[in-house]
């Protein structure tokens, strides 16, 4: 059988990969941060054992937490990417071509130091000259400082456990809005409604507290337990649907999932999903 990996969700329910090495295994003052190669997935980063992104099915979820905010922001020059240490979503912000600046601040430095030594095909962004790489608090970050206004916000954190779990405070969110400029965006990953419903719902609810347009959308990410994954898209103006076809135009080309009718397509919602948000 050999050696398998498996993320645990609760006492019945368990995703497992099939190992062929570990390539790096290591504490850091946060979090036990790794990288598998696995048979199916490919190289897998996972943190506290939970599987963060995959060589295999990444592009899902960079892809999809970028493009819908930066296709429909009014502006696009300075951007801000809280979490999100493998580098892949930096990478996407940065095939924008009207992108002049993205901050990332990173807690873990071990996470990013990590990516960029077994992740390379993941974080091909390091080296861009318009990315300013921190390593300091998101929460500090937010709540103290003095930057000038951004554009759009990724939120691209853990699971509400452990550090990442503060990501998901309304507070944070406060902040987060408080460094927008005004019409900006937010996006966020907001967990699986199939897996995690109470978790996603009340992050809706904490989002609609703050901004007057809020929309989930969804997608497959096939790392993450049942497959089933979501994304929110809040701003106090402008609407999700109503993307700069030129900016998709820029990025379509080299996206491989990314394009006009799956933008479209990833806001209409399941029944499911629907009820439970009562809308
Ligand atoms: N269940 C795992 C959720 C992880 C979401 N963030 C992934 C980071 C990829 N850049």
Redesign the pocket.
Known sequence: MGLWYDETFDDHTRFGLRVKETLFCAQSPYQKVEVIETVGFGRVLVIDN????SEYDEFL??EMITHPALTTAPKIDRVLVI??G?G??VREVLRHPDVKECVMIEIDQMVVDASKEFLPGIGTAWGDPRLDVRFIDGIEYVKKSNDDKYDVILL????PVGPGAVLFDESFYRGCKRMLVPGGVVAL?SESPLLMMDVFVETQHKLRGLFSEVHPYMGPVPL?GTGTWSWTWCSDTGEPLRPFPERQEEIVEGSKAYNAELHQAAFALPNYVKRALKL
Do not use: I
């Not at 939970?50 to 992104?53: A, E, L, W």
């Not at 691209?156 to 699971?159: K, M």
């Open positions: 939970v599987f963060m992104t979820y960079h979490g999100g493998d892949g979503t691209d954190g853990t699971d990953q993450y």
